[in-house]
């Protein structure tokens, strides 16, 4: 049976395509992305399920193809987005805690068939490392090299980090990935580049792009109140990790920077940098 496609939805980054289909009936989102894309978001709900987290039912219909998902439709598509209360706030804290109680005692990544895979993290932290620094050479940066060869030297600290377990990883936490069904809070698009990793590694965009009027001067009132409130609902942030925040900031934020989502970007980098010098004087 064929789709009626309604009009296009937002969302889906990463170059997905998103629309509204109605098929038997029912209203659907239909996504088309990368083969691996697809996979990573097809076992990442369905392991939500097997552990009793809320998570978007999927459509087996037939004739999908390898790079398609057929989605539950929420009415609207509420995510938390905007400038959420400090309630909402707390419940997607307790959403993500959730989700990082599902444990890997080794990291693995995805193989182009979505398989989850054993690798070694510190081949992948240095990857992740050199992509962040390289990709400001191609796309043309006005970050000045002396910043980014400090960047550099600052993050080699990170390959001797030796979690000794990783935990189910979103990859993109930020407020219009976290969808409001509800009395529950619903995380999706999840990219395929990481599965599992330490819990730093995904809460520090909560820090620096959710929330970043908190910790990073950002001029967004209210920060302070909604990041406690996501910390409250979370619960404790472990202690051997939380000391690598700063590193994952300036990591992560050189891999997504510049962002018209946070044109803050720049400076959060730098205050992180300027932090982690002032952690070594």
Request: with cysteine; aromatic share 8%.
């Amino acid at each position: 049976m064929e789709f009626e496609v309604l009009g296009p939805l937002s969302g889906g980054g990463g170059g997905a395509t998103v629309e509204l289909v109605r098929a038997a009936g029912r209203l659907w989102v239909l996504k088309q992305h990368r083969p691996r894309e697809a996979a990573a978001e097809r076992r990442f709900h369905q392991i939500l399920r097997q552990n009793g987290i809320p998570s978007l039912h999927l459509e087996d219909w037939p004739g999908l193809g390898s790079d398609q998902l057929l989605l539950e439709y929420v009415q609207g598509s509420p995510t938390i987005g905007g400038s959420p209360s400090p309630a909402l706030c707390r419940r997607w804290g307790a959403a993500v805690s959730a989700l990082h109680w599902i444990r890997s005692d080794s990291f693995k990544v995805l193989d182009e068939q979505g398989d989850a895979v054993p690798a070694i993290w510190r081949e992948f932290i240095a990857a992740r490392i050199r992509e962040a620094i390289d990709r400001h050479h191609s796309i043309g940066t006005d970050l000045p090299q002396s910043l980014l060869d400090k960047a550099e030297h600052r993050l080699a600290s990170l390959l001797s980090l030796d979690p000794d377990s990783f935990v189910l990883t979103h990859g993109d936490l930020h407020l219009n990935n976290a969808l409001v069904r509800g009395g529950e809070i619903v995380l999706f698009d999840k990219p395929a580049d990481v599965w599992v990793a330490p819990v730093v590694f995904d809460l520090c965009l909560v820090f620096s792009e959710a929330f970043p009027g908190a910790r990073y001067g950002a001029d967004r009132p209210g920060d302070g109140d909604r990041l406690s409130a996501f910390l409250d609902g979370y619960g404790e942030f472990p202690s051997e990790q939380s000391r690598w925040l700063e590193h994952f900031v300036l990591l992560r934020s050189l891999s997504r920077y510049p962002s018209p989502f946070v044109p803050e970007l720049r400076s959060i980098i730098e205050i992180a940098l300027d932090r982690l010098d002032d952690s070594l004087s």
